[in-house]
């Protein structure tokens, strides 16, 4: 029996499937620290070894190279740890990207660019990235993660994301909120104002617009709360359900489960998804009827993409999509 993966998407690019946080981490103690949650809570969140803001003045060499080391050592359990280099203004911008390369270019999951000014920054970057991969024989071309913070970013931020290796656009709410020179009140930095505001909305809406419409994913900025679990929650289930962000940052361990828990799919829909697409399978994917509904191929990249997620949610699926959809080779 065929799989959907070389049935559903034939001659389109994949759309990546990514863990639902992006968990960052400033210090060598946070990374490690990061390194052995994900270890106990299995690939359910990716780790961005930060190496802009965790990095002091003048130790910027010195906390790549400890980020690459981190990144290509056996702490690395699960190979699903990035890193954020300094933007292309900053001076050691381009050296990060050459001791990361050197260090971990073979395990490095994908590296974010901050700041960018817009997609002629994105571009000199990634050349920079991809020269680097050749000069150290990765082998691989690594995934590339933009932050949108800038205006000149937002405006051009459909080009950033039609740029290829691009992987996921993020959104920076802090910097685009201080760029606007308090334009934008402090309010609009935490909720409910960072989900009402008019400018932020629209940079929200169009972020993800431009992410989905280019197959690329949309990643959604930081809560400042690290307490409220339920609040935590709540912010992630909003940027999930009202503007369609399929993955969040997070800065403080006690965030990472309320994320995932609230940008995973719900258990209903995964039965769903099971049920078709186990249906679709043996129909040899032609169209089939279920609970009076019609279903083909267009439905079908539908419920697998959502059954993608919650696999890489760590949620528990049927056994019969377990076996057919994502049992070992």
Request: glycine share 6%; hydrophobic share 50%.
């Given at each position: 029996?065929?799989?959907?993966?070389?049935?559903?998407?034939?001659?389109?690019k994949?759309?990546?499937i990514?863990p639902?946080v992006?968990h960052?981490a400033?210090?060598?103690?946070?990374?490690?620290?990061?390194?052995?949650?994900q270890?106990?809570?299995g690939?359910?969140?990716?780790?961005t070894c930060?190496?802009?803001?965790?990095?002091?003045?003048?130790?910027?060499?010195e906390?790549?190279?400890?980020?690459?080391?981190?990144?290509?050592?056996d702490?690395?359990?699960?190979?699903r740890?990035g890193?954020?280099?300094?933007?292309?203004?900053?001076?050691?911008?381009?050296?990060?990207?050459?001791?990361?390369?050197?260090?971990?270019?073979?395990?490095?999951?994908?590296?974010?660019?901050p700041?960018a000014?817009?997609?002629?920054?994105?571009?000199?970057?990634?050349?920079?990235?991809?020269?680097?991969?050749?000069?150290?024989?990765?082998?691989?071309s690594?995934?590339?993660?933009?932050?949108?913070e800038?205006?000149?970013?937002?405006?051009e931020?459909?080009?950033?994301?039609?740029?290829?290796?691009?992987?996921?656009?993020d959104?920076?709410l802090?910097?685009?909120?201080?760029?606007?020179?308090?334009?934008?009140?402090?309010?609009?930095?935490?909720?409910?104002?960072?989900?009402?505001?008019?400018?932020?909305?629209?940079?929200k809406?169009?972020?993800?617009?431009a992410?989905?419409?280019n197959?690329?994913?949309?990643?959604?900025n930081?809560?400042?709360?690290l307490?409220?679990?339920?609040?935590?929650?709540?912010?992630?289930e909003?940027?999930?359900?009202?503007?369609?962000?399929?993955r969040?940052?997070?800065?403080?361990p006690?965030?990472?489960?309320?994320?995932?828990?609230?940008?995973?799919?719900?258990?209903?829909a995964v039965?769903?998804a099971?049920?078709?697409?186990?249906?679709?399978?043996d129909?040899d994917?032609?169209?089939?009827?279920?609970?009076?509904?019609?279903?083909?191929r267009?439905?079908?990249?539908y419920?697998?993409?959502?059954?993608?997620?919650?696999?890489v949610?760590?949620?528990t699926?049927?056994?019969?999509?377990?076996q057919?959809?994502?049992?070992?080779?």
């Open positions: 029996m065929r799989h959907p993966n070389d049935v559903l998407f034939s001659g389109e994949p759309f990546p990514l639902a992006d960052y400033g210090s060598e103690k946070l990374m490690r620290k990061a390194l052995a949650l270890q106990q809570f690939p359910v969140f990716d780790v930060d190496c802009e803001d965790g990095a002091a003045a003048g130790a910027e060499a906390h790549a190279r400890m980020a690459g080391t981190l990144i290509a050592s702490e690395n359990r699960h190979g740890v890193a954020r280099i300094h933007d292309i203004t900053h001076a050691h911008w381009q050296e990060d990207i050459e001791l990361l390369i050197a260090a971990a270019g073979q395990r490095l999951a994908f590296l974010t660019l700041k000014r817009g997609v002629a920054d994105v571009s000199v970057q990634i050349d920079a990235l991809r020269a680097a991969e050749v000069r150290h024989a990765t082998g691989r690594i995934p590339v993660h933009v932050l949108i800038t205006h000149g970013a937002l405006r931020v459909w080009e950033i994301a039609a740029l290829p290796g691009v992987e996921s656009i959104f920076g802090m910097d685009f909120v201080s760029a606007h020179r308090g334009a934008i009140p402090a309010s609009a930095m935490t909720s409910p104002g960072q989900f009402e505001h008019p400018l932020i909305v629209r940079a809406s169009e972020i993800a617009a992410a989905l419409a197959g690329i994913v949309p990643a959604h930081v809560t400042t709360e307490a409220d679990l339920a609040l935590i929650r709540a912010d992630a909003r940027a999930r359900n009202a503007f369609g962000f399929l969040m940052w997070s800065i403080h006690n965030q990472i489960v309320p994320i995932v828990e609230a940008m995973r799919p719900d258990y209903s039965e769903t099971s049920e078709i697409l186990c249906a679709a399978q129909a994917w032609g169209p089939v009827r279920h609970q009076g509904k019609l279903h083909d267009a439905s079908y990249r419920w697998w993409e959502l059954l993608e997620r919650a696999q949610a760590g949620m699926l049927p056994a019969l999509a377990r057919r959809f994502f049992a070992p080779q």
